[in-house]
């Protein structure tokens, strides 16, 4: 429920209240003698779904919006709410979105301090880096809860699609500024862990299976993203809560960010690079995808900007846009590497001599095209009879995917055995 409170000028009071009688708002009249004329006040009670529609046909019909304000209340009652929230709630005139007024001021109301939130980022970098060398969903998934991103990346979001470069210089500052600072608070932690034993220094963090999912960007990564960015909009942009949709947020952004930290202490090019590109892809689509889907719900920039004043979104766009095709072109390499991998390994496995090996799983490392590292390396986990050997099988492999690749490949295959029993009684 809403409490919208509107400056009305004397030359369209009448058409004003008209409005409002027509659709039976129930309304306070207050004179307002203060700029010497005859405007007065006017205050009504809204659902929440029925403030945006409302204001403007307000506006149609002569309101300046010089001095309007919504207000959140907890229950009203007057003569005619209940037939409003039936109409607008209930019936056919529901729509869930709020007003244009209203979501540049929840997105701006959604960041804390400054210092709330790059502490909170902080604590939620170290938090997510422990969960991923501990290998444990339940520490990478507290790290999420209490990561403070949504806010920043809807207050771009707003921003894109509202022509605010206010909010578009904070919010992308916010992010780069925040993303850098979980990363830096990542990287020291990580390394002050290794420096003081409490996690091996020969530690390969590649194999760390919370790890791996986070250096080889795919698919599914940049699907996670862009759905972030279009929830995060969609709860916004209604009367849902955004709480949930902050941890969607986080977990496209928190937990690479914190690898990108892990590969920096251990020394590892690989997992800095593959978790970083992921982070930017994520980063990207969530910005994008927030902007695109509060366009589509109908927010726009109010008095239709000329060229010269849709500068600074036109230019955010295109940074934004430039650095997607850049990490986007990486990633669309790695998805094209894993598919031909995969297609080789199910080639070889399907050969007689290999029908007893059942496929487990097959981690790509991140193909950054040679400039981290000139080789791909692959690792390939199957199942095997207890009695079996199969001391070929990874130069069999390596052939046939160097042989697709066209450059040099390093194939480890780990073997899980197994046993298999049968008994009638």
């Given at each position: 429920?809403?409490?919208?409170?509107?400056?009305?000028?004397?030359?369209?009071?009448?058409?004003?209240?008209?409005?409002?009688?027509?659709?039976?708002?129930?309304?306070?009249?207050?004179?307002?003698?203060?700029?010497?004329?005859?405007?007065?006040?006017?205050?009504?009670?809204?659902?929440?779904?029925?403030?945006?529609?409302?204001?403007?046909?307000?506006?149609?019909?002569?309101?300046?919006?010089?001095?309007?304000?919504?207000?959140?209340?907890?229950?009203?009652?007057?003569?005619?709410?209940?037939?409003?929230?039936?109409?607008?709630?209930?019936?056919?005139?529901?729509?869930?979105?709020?007003?244009?007024?209203?979501?540049?001021?929840?997105?701006?109301?959604?960041?804390?301090?400054?210092?709330?939130?790059?502490?909170?980022?902080?604590?939620?970098?170290?938090?997510?880096?422990?969960?991923?060398?501990?290998?444990?969903?339940?520490?990478?998934?507290?790290?999420?809860?209490?990561?403070?991103?949504?806010?920043?990346?809807?207050?771009?979001?707003?921003?894109?699609?509202?022509?605010?470069?206010?909010?578009?210089?904070?919010?992308?500052?916010?992010?780069?500024?925040?993303?850098?600072?979980?990363?830096?608070?990542?990287?020291?932690?990580?390394?002050a862990l290794k420096s003081a034993?409490?996690?091996?220094?020969?530690?390969?963090?590649?194999?760390?299976?919370?790890?791996?999912?986070?250096?080889?960007?795919?698919?599914?990564?940049?699907?996670?993203?862009?759905?972030?960015?279009?929830?995060?909009?969609?709860?916004?942009?209604?009367?849902?809560?955004?709480?949930?949709?902050?941890?969607?947020?986080?977990?496209?952004?928190?937990?690479?960010?914190?690898?990108?930290?892990?590969?920096?202490?251990?020394?590892?090019?690989?997992?800095?690079?593959?978790?970083?590109?992921?982070?930017?892809?994520?980063?990207?689509?969530?910005?994008?995808?927030?902007?695109?889907?509060?366009?589509?719900?109908?927010?726009?920039?109010?008095?239709?900007?000329?060229?010269?004043?849709?500068?600074?979104?036109?230019?955010?766009?295109g940074v934004l846009l430039v650095?997607?095709?850049?990490?986007?072109?990486?990633?669309?390499?790695?998805?094209?590497?894993?598919?031909?991998?995969?297609?080789?390994?199910?080639?070889?496995?399907?050969?007689?001599?290999?029908?007893?090996?059942?496929?487990?799983?097959?981690?790509?490392?991140?193909?950054?095209?040679?400039?981290?590292?000139?080789?791909?390396?692959?690792?390939?986990?199957?199942?095997?009879?207890?009695?079996?050997?199969?001391?070929?099988?990874?130069?069999?492999?390596?052939?046939?995917?160097?042989?697709?690749?066209?450059?040099?490949?390093?194939?480890?295959?780990?073997?899980?055995?197994?046993?298999?029993?049968?008994?009638?009684?």
């Amino acid at each position: 429920m809403r409490l919208i409170q509107v400056l009305v000028p004397g030359d369209c009071r009448d058409e004003v209240l008209s409005v409002l009688d027509d659709e039976h708002i129930d309304y306070v009249l207050t004179r307002e003698e203060s700029d010497g004329g005859d405007s007065a006040v006017v205050q009504f009670p809204l659902p929440t779904q029925a403030v945006d529609g409302v204001l403007s046909d307000l506006r149609e019909a002569g309101l300046d919006d010089s001095y309007t304000v919504v207000g959140s209340v907890e229950t009203a009652k007057t003569p005619n709410i209940d037939e409003l929230e039936n109409r607008f709630v209930k019936g056919n005139d529901q729509d869930d979105s709020i007003a244009t007024e209203e979501i540049r001021t929840k997105a701006i109301g959604m960041n804390p301090s400054p210092v709330t939130y790059y502490t909170m980022t902080v604590l939620s970098a170290i938090v997510a880096t422990a969960g991923l060398l501990l290998d444990s969903p339940a520490l990478v998934v507290g790290s999420m809860v209490i990561a403070p991103q949504v806010g920043s990346a809807m207050t771009t979001s707003v921003g894109l699609v509202l022509n605010d470069s206010h909010m578009i210089r904070d919010g992308l500052r916010s992010q780069v500024l925040g993303l850098a600072v979980a990363i830096v608070g990542a990287t020291a932690f990580g390394w002050a862990l290794k420096s003081a034993q409490f996690i091996p220094p020969a530690l390969d963090v590649v194999t760390v299976n919370q790890i791996s999912q986070r250096i080889s960007p795919g698919f599914l990564s940049l699907v996670v993203g862009l759905c972030a960015g279009a929830a995060g909009a969609l709860g916004l942009a209604t009367a849902l809560p955004v709480s949930l949709v902050g941890v969607m947020i986080a977990a496209a952004l928190i937990p690479a960010a914190a690898a990108v930290g892990i590969g920096l202490a251990w020394g590892s090019p690989v997992v800095s690079f593959g978790a970083f590109v992921l982070l930017v892809v994520n980063a990207i689509s969530i910005n994008v995808t927030g902007g695109s889907a509060l366009w589509s719900l109908g927010y726009r920039p109010e008095g239709g900007p000329t060229l010269r004043e849709a500068a600074p979104t036109l230019v955010a766009v295109g940074v934004l846009l430039v650095s997607f095709v850049g990490a986007g072109g990486l990633m669309a390499q790695q998805m094209r590497t894993e598919n031909t991998v995969n297609e080789e390994v199910q080639k070889v496995l399907q050969q007689d001599r290999y029908r007893e090996l059942e496929l487990v799983k097959v981690q790509v490392e991140f193909d950054d095209m040679g400039l981290v590292d000139d080789s791909q390396h692959v690792t390939v986990l199957v199942s095997r009879p207890a009695d079996a050997s199969y001391p070929q099988l990874s130069r069999n492999l390596a052939e046939k995917i160097s042989k697709r690749l066209g450059g040099r490949t390093v194939v480890e295959v780990e073997f899980t055995e197994r046993q298999r029993s049968a008994a009638r009684t």
